[in-house]
């Protein structure tokens, strides 16, 4: 039976879905009505799902299967057609996506809160996808958010649970329910993009790698590609199995989530090859013996490289990066003669290029990287176009790297963040920075002159939207430069993450320590910006 229920009070506490869909505490989704609010607005705001298929799963994190349950019902009793689950629950990000595209779904919805912790205490989320994979853009998410403001019921049916854990198809309340291998399309996907058998020699000839999954979605998926369809040894992946909270970690790959992958590669009898990917299975880290790759490098290094692969043997469309990623992409495009956009962060500003066909690859410096085979950024993919690479050149990942500066030169890059800053302090410091910025070219900072200084807005070339207030850019004469932005992703008070860069042209100069290399950026980004003064933090939290 149908219920609809009455929303008792202020449905949700006015916030907008940000960078991917709405996170919060994993109470508050468990809350009354809460996730069933969101989940109607959602279903509200893309007209309704009456006759609709839709691809539904999560990262596995506390509450996934429990919200399963309720948007299954809520979806029954709004008319929708089909629903098609991966088993358990569990679909990694870039596998919805690839779902969606694949069986013609109308859209999906996926729950994670991606790098954030899980847990009761922790966080939860939850995105929707559109019909072509890709995350909901803004104008969506704006209705999403104006629909949660005016919801007074929400639907949904009474019954018992399904039981996720069978593959195959089932009913409720008229609406099918499809229940599939969350693996399998993704496997088969990765398998007609890459040379599998040559990355399978590669392991035959004793090629050693350590995958860690972070305790995420991706644990089945690595251990199916590489350890059953690619052949590398049994333990090649570490912390495979998915779990409620993540081991109790934050599933976050970077030097300081990923200290223990750090670690193995950096130590005695390294692998050749190390990777890590997050919570949803979208990030990717690379790491190569005694080396880090930071993901701004390898975009530029995928993409001047993708056509050692298969899928892009006939080379890029174009190549587009999040604003703060750092510009040694726009190197790799201007040398292969190829378009180049530089879009505000958050998957979602790619799908219109990557729809129109105008770029081939794209990426972020927080570690997403991605193509066209997908509307997400996906972290195995990453992965395996880097194997695919090194199947090819049969190089180490510090070889590849050296060559790939001594070529393009080097762009020296690292980010701050300063979390859990009063909202109103980290408001305040970017709104003077927006003051000022105006006021800000040919003035000196610590030796550096300021070239050019604004508040990023894109202006999209396919469907002519804008978005304004992307984050604060300011260009050194050098080809330095400082951005600043909050972040959209948190859900405790403000994250301030400060992006730096310094070009280096001269090999001989391309060793040196990252901070020292950024040494003057950092300075003149303090003096700027006046980030301890606002923030009252003598240094970042986390550096990366
Ligand atoms: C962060 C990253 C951004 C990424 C977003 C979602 O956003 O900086 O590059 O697209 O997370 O990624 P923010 O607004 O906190 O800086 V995921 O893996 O969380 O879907
Ligand atoms: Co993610």
Not at 319 to 343: F, N, Q, W, Y
Not at 400 to 413: D, P
Not at 467 to 477: M, P, V
Request: charged residues 20%.
């Amino acid at each position: 039976m149908t219920r609809i229920l009455t929303v008792p009070t202020q449905p949700i506490d006015g916030q907008k879905p940000g960078t991917s869909g709405l996170r919060k505490k994993t109470k508050i989704f468990m809350g009354p009505h809460y996730l069933e609010n969101f989940t109607q607005s959602v279903f509200d705001a893309i007209g309704g799902v009456q006759d609709k298929i839709l691809i539904l799963g999560g990262d596995g994190r506390y509450f996934n299967d429990r919200a399963v349950q309720v948007i299954l019902r809520m979806a029954a009793a709004n008319g929708a057609a089909r629903m098609i689950v991966g088993q358990g629950g569990l679909l990694s990000t870039p596998a919805a996506s690839n779902l969606i595209r694949k069986l013609g779904a109308d859209g999906g919805i996926i729950l994670s809160a991606s790098h954030n912790p899980g847990g009761i205490d922790e966080d939860f989320g939850m995105k929707f996808n559109g019909a072509n994979g890709g995350p909901a853009p803004e104008s969506v998410t704006d209705l999403i958010f104006t629909r949660t403001q005016e919801l007074t019921e929400y639907r949904i049916l009474e019954g018992a649970d399904l039981d996720l854990s069978v593959i195959g198809e089932t009913e409720m309340g008229g609406m099918a329910v499809e229940i599939v291998d969350p693996v399998a399309d993704y496997a088969q996907l990765m398998g007609e993009l890459f040379d599998f058998d040559l990355i399978r020699n590669l392991f035959i000839g004793g090629f050693r790698m350590r995958f860690d999954a972070m305790h995420a979605v991706t644990g089945p998926y690595a251990t199916a590609i590489l350890e059953g369809i690619l052949g590398a040894p049994k333990g090649t992946v570490v912390n495979g199995t998915p779990s409620p909270d993540f081991g109790g970690g934050h599933p976050d790959p970077n030097p300081v989530w990923a200290a223990d992958l750090m670690q193995a590669m950096f130590g005695k009898d390294a692998p050749d090859f190390g990777a890590a990917s997050d919570g949803d299975g979208d990030r990717n880290m690379i790491v190569g013996r005694g080396i880090y790759v930071t993901p701004s490098d390898s975009l530029a290094v995928l993409a001047a490289n993708a056509h050692l692969a298969p899928a892009y043997k006939k080379g890029l469309a174009g190549i587009a990066r999040s604003m703060p990623t750092s510009r040694a992409a726009d190197r790799v495009a201007e040398k292969l003669g190829i378009e180049c956009h530089e879009t505000p962060t958050g998957w979602k500003f790619f799908g219109n290029l990557l729809d129109a066909g105008r770029v081939t690859i794209c990426g972020e410096e927080s570690a997403g990287t991605g193509s066209d085979h997908v509307r997400e950024k996906d972290g195995l993919w990453a992965v395996l176009l880097w194997l695919n690479i090194l199947a090819r050149r049969i190089e180490p990942v510090e070889q590849i790297m050296s060559a790939h500066w001594a070529e393009f030169g080097r762009n020296y890059y690292s980010r701050h963040d300063y979390e859990a800053v009063p909202s109103e302090r980290a408001n305040a410091l970017i709104q003077r920075l927006r003051d000022i910025s105006a006021d800000l070219p040919g003035q000196q900072f610590q030796g550096l002159t300021v070239e050019q200084a604004d508040d990023f807005a894109y202006h999209d070339p396919v469907d002519g939207s804008v978005s304004a207030n992307q984050g604060i850019r300011i260009g050194f004469t050098d080809g330095s430069r400082v951005v600043l932005r909050l972040s959209g992703t948190g859900t405790e008070g403000a994250t301030l993450r400060v992006y730096l860069e310094r070009y280096e042209a001269d090999p001989a100069r391309h060793g040196l320590p990252v901070e020292e290399a950024l040494a003057p950026v950092i300075a003149a980004a303090e003096e700027i910006a006046l980030i301890r003064e606002f923030t009252g933090r003598a240094q970042p939290d986390v550096t990366t």
